[in-house]
């Protein structure tokens, strides 16, 4: 089957950082275990995007934006891998530190990284 992603092998994929499911909540553990199982079958080209979201579970359009972000470099240089399996709003966002830059043009959420590179003049 010729995949229109990139393919990667099974090596590189256990590589990938991967969230322990002791810390996800119980509730969540079944679709972040089926979200893994269908990311690796598309990411190592036994299955299409759709016939995998199909045998696991999830939107097809789900599936497709987990196979473009999951080879992505994160903020900690390492790729975000299947930390994209996590179901969206389980978890908890921290504080970006660091290299936080004055916004140059317009745009979405410009105020705040304005208001993170320039604490000082939050309220």
Not at 44 to 59: E, N, P, S, V
């Amino acid at each position: 089957m010729r995949s229109l992603y990139t393919c990667y092998p099974t090596e590189e994929l256990d590589a990938w950082y991967k969230p322990k499911e002791s810390d996800l909540a119980e509730s969540i553990r079944s679709r972040f275990r089926e979200a893994c199982a269908a990311l690796t079958a598309v990411l190592t080209g036994d299955m299409g995007i759709t016939r995998a979201a199909d045998a696991h579970g999830l939107c097809h359009k789900r599936l497709r934006a987990m196979v473009k972000r999951a080879p992505q470099l994160a903020h900690d240089g390492q790729p975000y891998g299947f930390r994209v399996c996590v179901p969206w709003g389980t978890y908890q966002r921290g504080k970006q530190e660091g290299d936080a830059e004055m916004p140059r043009l317009a745009g979405p959420h410009a105020m705040s990284h304005l208001l993170s590179a320039r604490p000082e003049i939050a309220i």
